[in-house]
């Protein structure tokens, strides 16, 4: 019998340091999976938070690699697929977003949209998918509310819709004003954040003395809001052309619950796919679910291999067998996992919207589709603007083979891009990625995994556009350009500056040089 229940699955996207793993750890804590938030960082005796596993995560401080967290609120089943925090991380932070069917953006009330929280909005509008904004760390000294109200419709091109008001300014939290129901949320402290913050609901006519002038404040913006038209509208925001707002304070453990209680009853469940083909698959329809992320490692005893899939029909069993659409191949899911944080549990079966954990897919990558019955395979993953560039070669030459499967299987799971050219050979090829730290994390699984310590050496390259054979030849021999090839067969056209691009581009109106998605520079 499968579980029947609601389904809301979601990624929260933010530059680093806005709060991302302490509001994953917070959201956890509300729906009671675990009993006392983890400090990013471990601090003052804290544990570390349940998503972050690997040790440079946990030397760092950060999210590297993805992870699932799965609990149940209200009677429904809320998938939280957790993203890599570091700004300059990787792919992984885009590709989670192609497993989600809404994402809350969080934005630190001191210092307003950050570079990489735009480049994960960019990805959001790409793909279609609702966005709703917590204003975090309220507690502290900010901006202030209208301001990051301006800042969002002009920088995101979204209509700020907010649905909590904050009483008090930035640094002065006293709670919000509900606007949906004109109650007065008041908030109360917990030791270090730890434990559920209780919030006191009471109407307008119950707020005390201390409190009156801030509130009177709050009900005076939350008026010109009203006049303004900023009132939510469900249509708009399914349509991705508005944004509910709230405030928070996510390390005090403030709004949380009304976060989990607006994800319930705003973002949108799962829904009907359409494949490759404009076949589409109805989420009643017989079970298809495809590859988001490719990870080894996770367990230190053997050489594993995880599959993340988004189940995006029917109901999945464990041991079902079904088809590689890429291969046609069947493929047994004997050992599927529910992953939590680190941890692995079997799991007996999954429904639209689950993230299932499908363990030694040495067949499966990233954008891959499986199912059963009628076939579908679903669009792929789209691969994103690298912006740094190294060469890399064994350190040690006797070694070569191991250097060689090495790289193979990082390529695969998307660690890095892998580019080649004859004029480079195969012992040096070129790693691209979006962020620098991609580079630490090859290393380092090259050296411990593989057992085949590398040399990186940086090229200067800092855009990356994508051509085709006839552009490739046509640009040999270009200066301040250089034609490579990624595993996929795709050819990327590198370039020293988004000038030295844009000049090749004008000057050779014949050649095809199309940005990626989600590049900064690109």
């Known amino acids: 019998m499968s579980d ?7 990624a929260v996207i933010s530059h ?4 991302k793993s302490t509001l994953t750890e917070a959201l956890a804590l509300h729906a009671r999976v675990i009993t006392e938030a983890g400090a990013v960082h471990g601090k003052g005796g804290r544990r570390a938070t349940v998503s972050d596993w690997m040790d440079m995560e946990k030397a760092r401080g950060i999210s590297i690699t993805s992870a699932a967290l799965q609990f149940t609120y209200r ?35 001191g210092k307003g949209l950050e570079p990489q929280t735009l480049k994960l909005f960019r990805v959001c509008a790409l793909r279609g998918i609702p966005v709703i904004t917590v204003i975090n760390k309220w507690d502290r000294p900010g901006l202030s509310a209208l301001e990051l109200m301006d800042l969002i419709e002009q920088q995101i091109k979204l209509r700020p819709t907010p649905l909590t ?11 919000v004003l509900d606007r949906r129901t004109g109650e007065f949320v008041k908030y109360t402290r917990t030791a270090g954040g730890a434990t559920r913050a209780p919030e006191r609901r009471m109407p307008a006519s119950d707020v005390d003395a201390a409190d009156l002038p801030v509130w009177q404040d709050a009900v005076e913006e939350h008026e010109l809001l009203e006049a303004d038209g900023a009132d939510h509208d469900q249509e708009q925001f399914l349509a991705g052309r508005t944004t509910p707002v709230m405030f928070a304070s996510a390390l005090q453990n403030f709004g949380v619950a009304q976060l989990l209680d607006l994800l319930l009853d705003l973002a949108p469940a799962p829904h009907a796919t359409e494949g490759v083909d404009g ?4 989420p009643a329809d017989d ?19 995880l599959a993340y899939a988004r189940v995006v029909s029917g109901t999945f069993e464990r041991g ?36 299932i954990g499908l363990v030694n897919a040495q067949a499966l990558r990233v954008g891959d589709t499986v199912y059963v019955g009628d076939a579908i395979e679903y669009p792929p993953v789209p691969t994103f603007a690298p912006e740094h560039f190294m060469t890399v070669t064994a350190a040690d030459v006797g070694r070569y083979k191991q250097f060689r499967k090495g790289i193979d299987q990082l390529d695969q799971e998307g660690v890095v891009q892998v580019l080649r050219s004859d004029l480079r050979g195969d012992q040096s090829p070129v790693l691209a990625a979006v962020g620098p730290m991609q ?7 090259m050296e411990n995994e593989f057992n085949s310590p590398i040399r990186l050496s940086r090229l200067d390259y800092q855009v990356a556009r994508r051509t085709d054979a006839d552009g490739a030849a046509a640009l040999s021999g270009k200066r301040g350009v250089e034609v490579l090839q990624r595993s996929d067969g795709t050819h990327l056209a590198l370039f020293v500056d988004k000038w030295r691009a844009d000049v090749t581009a004008r000057d050779n109106p014949d050649i095809l040089l199309e940005a990626l998605p989600a590049g900064g520079a690109a």
């Open 320 to 355: 079902m067998v079904v088809t590689h659409a890429s291969t046609g191949r069947p493929f047994a899911t004997k050992y599927a996992q529910a992953v939590f944080g680190r941890e692995l549990s079997s799991i007996e079966e999954a429904s639209p919207g689950d993230i």
């Open 165 to 175: 008001w904050p009483v008090g300014e930035a640094g002065d939290f006293r709670g």
């Open 16 to 19: 680093p340091d806005a709060g």
């Open 287 to 305: 079970f298809s679910a495809f590859v988001f992320k490719v990870q080894s490692g996770m367990n230190a005893a053997h050489r594993d291999r």
């Open 439 to 445: 580079f630490e994390v090859v290393e380092e699984r």
């Open 75 to 109: 009677d429904h089943v809320v998938n939280l697929v957790d993203t890599p925090g570091h700004s300059d991380f990787s792919e992984d932070t885009y590709r989670v977003l192609s497993a989600v069917d809404s994402a809350v953006m969080l934005v630190d009330a």
């Open 4 to 10: 029947s229940r609601p389904r809301r699955t979601f």
């Open 279 to 282: 076949s589409v698959r109805e």
